[in-house]
């Protein structure tokens, strides 16, 4: 159980990133984290992630706190941040120098299987193309077994049947080992996809908005009416958070004067 | 094929010594043809020389033929005197480099991760990076003497300084985002520096050491000249003082051979260590 209460995060620059978030994920949810952008969606999760430190509130995972990196928390960046120097199957294995040497060897070669890369295990990451590489860094975290994965944005610079792909072999390593999933998106097709809740994230200070539950049986059919209608919903949601809470005329009079 | 013999005859005879067909040897050239291609030129001069005074155009006193600067270079080595003064030239600037490489890695590694030391210690170093090494000479002799170790101190100098700004930017400029890896993993501090610092800034360090070596060489001449009863630098200087312009060639030729081995010893050395960098240098 991840559960964040009151977490807010204040930039030096007096920029308030997030405000008041409060969540909770139990084990093995899948919760896609969808909004505009600005709207602290990244904030969110390296504050998880124990890459930042939150200004008040606080993270606890199965009632730990979390307030620097955590063995129990894996996170997947936007970019592949593969170690260029190390072949894939040494990237794969870079969180596990501490098993011995069997171990890590066979860990590796099955989570290089479950993303279909065992062929590339000897390559250098430059020879992979853009979602290879983003396969490699998701088995880089798998293999640590996390109880909480984070992923941001992890397939927006991929193309569409690429991210199809990488979904298939994202849910494929979920089914495996079961962690909780939080993942970062403004992709609506994408939380459809994966998630079994949508939580919609509203900006300037980042909060979260709304919560769409997605009860949709698995393997889901991204043409389905059930599937439709939630992307509609979501997408409602979406609409609703990015308008600004007071009436659109206070904040579109200023904005006009000073457009041309 | 069956074309040419509907066509008009003056056609077909045309090309061969037309321009068009001389583009095409030029895109085939191997890489064996770009090496004769580069040697064109040199060889060409050094004939020409060769010919030029062997039928009295010039008078080769200054300038001596190829076939003369052989003759000394190959007499040198005979005698044994080539390798003295070779082995002389190679343990000062080994010694130098040696000295002022690890000094320059290690202040570059000291003022790149400690920002207490880069307060304290680059603005010094910078503002002495601004003397010309050369100047100073005359202290190193006065204070060290005139034999061995004002010339490996001034080597050293001036192999220090392009090392340590090449340690020091590589540290500076190594990706945050690899580091948050790191940290991802919960490495130590020391794990970190093993497994994401070192790798990265392997491949700029080794450049700085390359520079660092190409300046050893410099330097090792203007120590020589300085005074030296041995040395190419001395073979340079006992060259000048008898108009011996061939012996000068033969030692320049020899510092030539012996920087550019020296750097492809460096480079052979260390290619390992890089191989996994995504570079252009294989598509040059």
Known sequence: MLTIEGLSKTYADGTRALDGIDLSVPQAEIVALIGGSGCGKTTLLRLVAGLDRASAGRIQLDGEGIASPHPGVGLVFQEPRLLPWLSVADNVGFGLAELPKAERAARVSHALERVGLSEHAGRWPRELS???????????AFVANPRVLLLDEPFSALDAFTRKDLHGHLLALWEEVRPTILIVTHDVGEAVALADRAVVMRPKPGRLDDTIPLPLPRPRNPTSAQTEAATRKILAALDK??????????IAEPQNANWW | MTAPTLAPQVEISAPPSGGPALTQPRARLAAGGRVALSLLLPLALAIGWELAVRTGFAQGRLMPPPSQIGATLYALAASGDLWLHVQATL????????FGATAGIAVGALTGTLPLARHLLDPTLQALRAVP???WVPLFILWLGILETPKVTLIAVGVFFPVYIGVAGAIASVDRKLVEVGRIFRLSKTALARRILLPAILPATLVALRTGLGLGFLFVVAAELMGASEGLGYLLVDGQQFSKADQILAAIIAFACLGKLADALLVALT????RWQDTARETL
């Open chain 2, 271 to 274: 290619r390992p260590l890089t």
């Open chain 2, 133 to 135: 090494s050369l100047a």
């Open chain 2, 91 to 98: 343990v000062r600037v080994a010694l130098g480099f040696a």
């Open chain 1, 241 to 250: 958070s990015l308008r600004p809470k007071q009436s659109v005329s206070d």
């Open chain 1, 130 to 140: 853009g979602g290879q590489q983003q396969r490699v860094s998701i088995a880089r």
